[in-house]
């Protein structure tokens, strides 16, 4: 199995306080999946149905979602950031949902240059019922980022 994620938001402020920030956006993740699985038979050494039978797919495509931010800034300097993201779907014989959340912090040495630590986590669920046929995908990760900040 090979996965990749790709993700971009756009993001609206709609309230800014003197220290915070409330914005709210679309985002979306271009998924690039590739998947294959081999199997065979045999019976006490000997292979019964002419050897190994393998199957694989694949699925590139967007998954869009919802997105929901607050950045507090603690300091000119250093910068909270809480995002959020969410995206359900049900069509036909489909039935999925995505959902993400990072929580950041941002140091700014320069005007143009910082870094940033964060956590962040990412489930994604998708069910489609073919028939007798049901197939599910579910994956999810978590874990802790470190990251280089470069504003123009």
Known sequence: MNLGFYTIDYLYSFYQGEKWEISGGLGAYWVDLEFSIGASLDINGNPIGGGPVYESTDF????????????????????????????????????????????????????????????????????????????????SYHGVQLYGILRF
């Open 60 to 139: 590139n495509g967007p998954l869009p979602y919802l997105v929901l931010s607050f950045e507090y800034y603690i300091t000119p300097k250093w910068l909270a950031i809480f995002k959020g993201g969410y995206f359900q779907l049900e069509v036909g014989d489909f039935d999925g949902k995505l959902g993400s959340f990072g929580a950041n912090l941002e140091y700014q040495f320069t005007k143009t240059f910082g870094l940033g630590t964060g956590y962040s986590a990412f489930i994604i669920d998708a069910n489609l019922q073919d028939g007798e046929l049901k197939s599910n995908l579910a994956y």
